[in-house]
Nanobody, 120 residues
Framework: VQLQASGGGLVQPGGSLRLSCAASGTIFSIGAMAWHRQAPGKQRELVAAMPRGGGTNYADSVEGRFTISRDSAKNTMYLQMNNLVPEDTAVYYC???????????????WGQGTLVTVSS
């Protein structure tokens, strides 16, 4: 199983980006999914999550600006980021709990990260 993140880039303050994270390989079921980020010199932090039971959670710093979603048919999740500010500059990582086969437990997988730079 692999997670492939994409969609990062350079954007001006106030702009928007949509990140994608596609899961591939032998997948029976995908549970919780989340986006994390790590800014230079800082620890990795949770940005947005979709718990296995449903609903969404957001960090206070992105609430109202970012939206996490998933397309189960495509095994893909997204992070729509609007009204970006320089403090959003970071490497963004996707994370998912995936069950490769029906009789397996959920395992934790991470994407390789995609860089988002917010600057004028």
């Amino acid at each position: 199983v692999q997670l492939q993140a994409s969609g990062g880039g350079l954007v001006q303050p106030g702009g928007s980006l949509r990140l994608s994270c596609a899961a591939s390989g032998t997948i029976f079921s995908i549970g919780a999914m989340a986006w994390h980020r790590q800014a230079p010199g800082k620890q990795r932090e949770l940005v947005a999550a979709m718990p296995r039971g449903g609903g969404t959670n957001y960090a206070d710093s992105v609430e109202g600006r970012f939206t996490i979603s998933r397309d189960s048919a495509k095994n893909t999740m997204y992070l729509q980021m609007n009204n970006l500010v320089p403090e959003d500059t970071a490497v963004y990582y996707c994370n998912a709990q995936i069950k490769p086969r029906g009789n397996y437990p959920f395992y934790d997988y991470w994407g390789q990260g995609t860089l988002v730079t917010v600057s004028s």
